[in-house]
């Protein structure tokens, strides 16, 4: 460790140095989260419904919840989204466009008892999802 009166340019130096030791550095200049997130860090993005499909939730909890698999229209990327509320897996179809969200786990991660779930849908094809299930608007006829 330099000391003395002219040591200040080799303390930056090895601070800029050590930096890149910590994972949390690294990960933030280089944009790691950006990266491998499929969303590519926006908050919403939409997407094409591939199929729906129920899960099992984690232990202590028992139920089926019901999920839609969804390819993003931005870059391709398939993901598994959770459909809230009692009966909104009801108004979803397949070839639907959906609009995801994040469900709002800690670090972006899944909530709850859902396993590897980390979206859900709030609207399908340009209307709101809760406004489907309380009958506040239909769904468009093709």
């Known amino acids: 460790m ?3 009166l002219y040591a200040g340019r080799d303390l930056v130096k090895n601070r800029k140095k050590k930096r890149w030791k910590s994972v949390d550095y ?3 200049i280089l944009k790691l989260r950006e990266k491998s997130d499929p969303l590519a860090g926006t908050h919403q993005a939409k997407g094409i419904v591939l199929e729906k499909r129920q899960l099992e939730a984690k232990q202590p909890h028992s139920g089926l919840l019901k999920c ?3 390819q993003l229209i931005k ?5 598994t989204a959770f459909c809230p ?11 639907d466009e959906v609009l995801l969200e994040g469900i709002g786990g800690s670090n972006s991660g899944p909530k709850g008892s ?3 779930v980390k979206w859900k849908v709030i609207q399908i094809n340009g209307i709101s999802l809760h406004h ?8 468009a006829s093709k």
């Not at 870059?75 to 993901?79: E, R, S, T």
């Open 2 to 4: 330099p000391k003395g």
């Open 26 to 28: 690294v990960r933030r």
């Open 68 to 70: 839609v698999r969804v």
């Open 75 to 79: 870059n391709g990327k398939q993901v």
């Open 85 to 95: 509320e009692t009966g909104a897996i009801n108004h979803v179809q397949e070839h």
């Open 114 to 116: 859902l396993p590897s």
């Open 132 to 139: 489907l299930i309380t009958g506040k608007r239909k769904r």
